[in-house]
């Protein structure tokens, strides 16, 4: 049973997507701690008594969070989340038991709570299985099958510039202008993009990488997005989500 748990992430809109996403999941379990480098956990570790789980960022500030596990013994397990890919084989070295890419997603991190469920007490966290369900690729939505006249017509995912709700209608506006009604919500559909396409902007807009026009800045750090051909579609992303933007778009 996961009780404890301690968060190493050194980018705030993270780490408080982290803390979010886990109140929903467990709301019973106590977020002990949110360091912010290799150093702080080292000093943190020799002073308090193991959480029950680390969520570990794997690049930090002052360097690979690896180097850790050379000062520290650590005995409980880990969950990696990192925007890179290249780290999989080494981290499940180091008592990994998931290694979730970011944008961490509520689906994936719920199975990575489920899997920590299941761990016995002192068990050795299942690395090898970990590693490989993670070299398998996910599959994400690729269509919608929509009723259409007397029949159904298929919606290509990479035809959708953006999904938005209104009135609690999830709906998405193609890149020819047309807009369809969709079934899914837009939590749901969250769940089912390809995060390297789509990017929950707001509590009201999902948008497809290639559609943005351009990103201006708005007042108190947040950020507007510009669509292509939709001039008057405004989509304002939160000081908090504007670092998670910038970096979805740059990489």
Same mark, same amino acid.
């Given at each position: 049973?996961?009780?404890?748990?301690?968060?190493l992430e050194d980018e705030k809109p993270n780490a408080d997507r982290l803390q979010r996403l886990i109140k929903v999941i467990k709301p019973q379990v106590?977020?002990?701690?949110? #360091?912010?480098?290799?150093? =702080?956990?080292?000093?943190?570790?020799? !002073?308090h008594p193991q959480p029950d789980v680390i969520m570990m960022d794997v690049r930090l500030a002052d360097g690979l969070s690896f180097e850790i596990f050379?000062?520290?013994?650590?005995?409980?397990?880990?969950?990696? !989340? !990192? @925007?890179? *890919?290249?780290?999989?084989?080494?981290?499940?070295?180091?008592?990994?038991?998931?290694? %979730?890419?970011?944008?961490?997603? +509520?689906?994936?991190?719920?199975? @990575?709570?489920?899997?920590? =469920?299941?761990?016995?007490?002192?068990?050795?966290?299942?690395?090898?299985?970990? #590693?490989?369900?993670?070299?398998?690729?996910?599959?994400?939505?690729?269509? $919608?099958?929509?009723?259409?006249? *007397?029949?159904?017509?298929?919606?290509l995912v990479n035809e959708v510039a953006y999904f938005f709700s209104e009135l609690k209608i999830s709906r998405a506006k193609l890149v020819n202008g /047309?807009?369809?009604?969709?079934?899914?919500?837009? /939590?749901?559909?969250?769940?089912? %993009?390809?995060?390297?396409?789509?990017?929950?902007?707001?509590?009201? $807009?999902?948008?497809?990488? *290639?559609?943005?026009? +351009?990103?201006?800045?708005? $007042?108190?750090?947040? %950020?507007?997005? /510009?669509?292509?051909?939709?001039? !008057?579609?405004?989509?304002?992303?939160?000081? /908090?989500?504007?670092?998670?933007?910038? @970096?979805?778009?740059?990489?």
């Open positions: 049973m996961i009780n404890k748990v301690l968060i106590e977020i002990v701690g949110v #360091l912010e480098s290799i150093a =702080d956990c080292v000093t943190w570790m020799n !002073t050379d000062k520290v013994i650590i005995h409980c397990p880990i969950v990696f !989340t !990192t @925007a890179y *890919d290249e780290y999989a084989v080494k981290a499940f070295k180091y008592n990994s038991v998931d290694y %979730l890419l970011k944008p961490v997603v +509520q689906e994936e991190l719920a199975q @990575a709570f489920d899997k920590l =469920d299941h761990l016995s007490p002192g068990a050795t966290p299942p690395s090898l299985e970990g #590693l490989l369900n993670y070299l398998q690729p996910k599959e994400y939505r690729t269509r $919608f099958l929509l009723p259409y006249r *007397d029949g159904y017509k298929s919606v /047309e807009t369809e009604i969709i079934p899914q919500s837009l /939590e749901e559909l969250e769940q089912q %993009l390809n995060p390297k396409q789509f990017f929950r902007a707001n509590r009201q $807009f999902i948008i497809h990488i *290639d559609a943005i026009k +351009q990103i201006h800045n708005s $007042f108190n750090g947040k %950020l507007k997005v /510009e669509i292509k051909n939709s001039p !008057t579609t405004e989509i304002i992303v939160s000081r /908090e989500k504007a670092q998670l933007l910038k @970096a979805w778009m740059d990489y």
